[in-house]
């Protein structure tokens, strides 16, 4: 069997956010989301828009670079106002550093406090961060071992094909070639990430589609990323960040909204065989 899933990153960040999921989840085609955990609407998303979407599936969208911690004395991840400090960049070295025990503990303190706040809440079926976080192997690592501890199926890796869009102004900017490194970096280490998924015998997507074209991503995108895969049988991915007005058209994301409301894509999704579906929903 061939699934496809439509993964709203970002929900509860935002009430704009929170209020496109619910848009686009009555079209048929999102019924997957990530919830930020420290996000300004998370009590939204939670109180007022999950009970609204009773088929979508909810995981948890780990955040350490973004906003403020839900830990009160972190010393290497945030500033005095509890506000996360770091780049992917940083956090990448750090990660790495010698004598790093501190760090690490930290984050996984973090992590901890952000999937229990979640589990509270609302069932969870997956796990992915922001701005790949947890793709860094050592947090990958990490991140496996509480799954399993928290009985989490799925941790989602960025194992994506290379694919061309015929549509020659997208690749004539910046985004497409920070785009471009990103995916390359993330494939390498998704190598190694692998092993640990083995290891713990969690499960995962088997492509993700969103690295390449991340802020550009519309229906021909996710179509011809599609074409190129041809496993009979597979998870495919497809992440968004879906916002409705002003802030989603400057960056992008306002097309990601308009592409989850499409039911000309989710016809031909469908005919490429996929069931839209999940990771809620177990295989049968």
Same mark, same amino acid.
């Given at each position: 069997?061939? $699934?496809?899933?439509?993964?709203? @990153?970002? %929900?509860?960040?935002?009430?704009?956010?929170?209020?496109? /999921?619910?848009? !686009?989840?009555? +079209?048929?085609?999102?019924?997957?989301?990530?919830?930020?955990? =420290?996000?300004?609407?998370? &009590?939204?998303?939670?109180?007022?828009?999950?009970?609204? !979407?009773?088929?979508?599936?909810?995981?948890?969208?780990?955040?350490?670079?973004?906003?403020?911690?839900?830990?009160? @004395?972190?010393?290497?991840?945030? &500033?005095?106002?509890?506000?996360?400090?770091?780049?992917?960049?940083?956090?990448?070295?750090?990660?790495?550093?010698? $004598?790093? *025990? *501190?760090?690490?503990?930290?984050?996984?303190?973090?992590?901890?406090?952000?999937?229990?706040?979640?589990?509270?809440?609302?069932?969870?079926?997956?796990? @992915?961060?922001?701005?790949?976080?947890?793709?860094?192997?050592?947090?990958?690592?990490?991140? !496996?071992?509480?799954?399993?501890?928290?009985?989490?199926?799925?941790?989602?890796?960025?194992?994506?094909?290379?694919?061309?869009?015929?549509?020659?102004?997208?690749?004539?900017?910046?985004?497409?070639? /920070?785009? %471009? %490194?990103?995916?390359?970096?993330? =494939?390498?280490? =998704?190598?190694?990430?692998? /092993?640990?998924?083995?290891?713990?015998?969690?499960?995962?997507?088997? +492509?993700?589609?969103?690295?390449?074209? =991340?802020?550009?991503?519309?229906?021909?995108?996710?179509?011809?990323?599609?074409?190129?895969?041809?496993?009979?049988?597979?998870?495919?991915?497809?992440?968004?960040?879906?916002?409705?007005?002003?802030?989603?058209?400057?960056?992008? !994301?306002?097309?990601?909204?308009?592409?989850?409301?499409?039911? $000309?894509?989710?016809? $031909?999704?469908?005919?490429?065989?996929?069931?839209?579906?999940?990771?809620?929903?177990? *295989?049968?």
């Amino acid at each position: 069997m061939k $699934k496809f899933i439509l993964n709203a @990153d970002g %929900f509860g960040e935002s009430k704009d956010i929170n209020r496109a /999921v619910l848009e !686009c989840y009555k +079209y048929g085609l999102l019924k997957s989301v990530s919830i930020t955990p =420290n996000g300004d609407a998370f &009590d939204e998303a939670v109180n007022d828009i999950i009970p609204n !979407c009773p088929e979508i599936g909810v995981g948890i969208h780990l955040n350490i670079t973004k906003g403020k911690s839900l830990c009160s @004395d972190l010393k290497t991840l945030t &500033d005095e106002n509890k506000k996360f400090n770091n780049s992917f960049l940083m956090i990448l070295l750090k990660t790495y550093l010698p $004598k790093n *025990e *501190e760090f690490m503990q930290e984050i996984e303190r973090e992590f901890r406090n952000q999937i229990e706040k979640t589990m509270s809440k609302t069932p969870v079926s997956h796990i @992915d961060s922001q701005e790949y976080i947890h793709a860094i192997p050592k947090i990958f690592k990490m991140v !496996c071992r509480l799954a399993k501890e928290y009985n989490i199926r799925y941790v989602i890796t960025h194992h994506e094909k290379p694919y061309f869009v015929p549509d020659a102004m997208r690749h004539l900017t910046l985004r497409y070639l /920070v785009n %471009f %490194f990103i995916h390359k970096f993330l =494939n390498i280490i =998704n190598v190694i990430n692998e /092993v640990s998924l083995r290891i713990n015998k969690l499960r995962t997507n088997n +492509y993700l589609i969103g690295v390449s074209y =991340n802020a550009m991503m519309d229906s021909l995108a996710v179509h011809y990323g599609l074409k190129d895969i041809k496993a009979k049988q597979t998870v495919v991915e497809v992440v968004i960040h879906p916002k409705r007005y002003e802030e989603g058209q400057v960056d992008g !994301c306002f097309g990601e909204f308009i592409l989850a409301k499409n039911q $000309k894509l989710k016809d $031909k999704i469908e005919g490429l065989g996929y069931l839209i579906t999940n990771y809620v929903k177990k *295989e049968t």
